[in-house]
């Protein structure tokens, strides 16, 4: 079996197991308030770091340095405000986690080296993988005259003839 389908079906479970030991500990009224609170915190993260991210983008972008790890940390921030979005002690936990800066650093070092980042603007382009950016890549432009594509008779994408009517 793989994990993606067994956190399916393990993860509510504990989740009703962290309700029903929160629920005992402080009674229903609170763990009802606290899954209301964490779920309108999560909204509220997601809001504001969300736009947030787009102006630090857009600085980045303006300065010509590396809009990687903005994004990194903006992206693990909007799955902590996911996170906290549903309704479980377990999930509000974790994204608790992906809130400190120190974890998604070190999150950030076991994943990056796999990872690989195209960003593009106006003004410049960024690639790379991970920690480690390569500079930028040589780019060909071409004219509308340089590269002309000429109708394949063999392509099953063509319009026959009887179509056009």
């Given at each position: ?23 005992k500990a402080v009674g229903i009224a609170v763990t009802l308030g ?132």
């Amino acid at each position: 079996m793989r994990i993606p389908a067994l956190l399916f079906i393990v993860l509510p479970l504990i989740e009703i197991a962290g309700f029903i030991i929160v629920g005992k500990a402080v009674g229903i009224a609170v763990t009802l308030g606290l899954i209301v609170l964490s779920t309108v915190a999560g909204l509220t993260l997601l809001r504001v770091r969300g736009i947030g991210m787009i102006r630090k983008l857009r600085e980045k972008d303006g300065l010509g340095t590396d809009p990687e790890k903005v994004f990194v940390h903006g992206a693990m921030i909007a799955v902590a405000a996911i996170l906290l979005i549903i309704p479980g002690f377990v999930t509000d936990l974790v994204g608790l986690l992906l809130l400190l800066p120190f974890v998604r650093n070190l999150l950030w070092s076991r994943l990056g080296a796999r990872t690989f980042f195209f960003f593009s603007s106006r003004q410049r382009f960024y690639a790379g993988s991970g920690a480690h950016q390569a500079p930028p890549t040589r780019t060909i432009d071409l004219g509308e005259t340089d590269f002309r594509r000429e109708p394949d008779e063999h392509s099953p994408w063509r319009v026959k003839k009887e179509d056009n009517r």
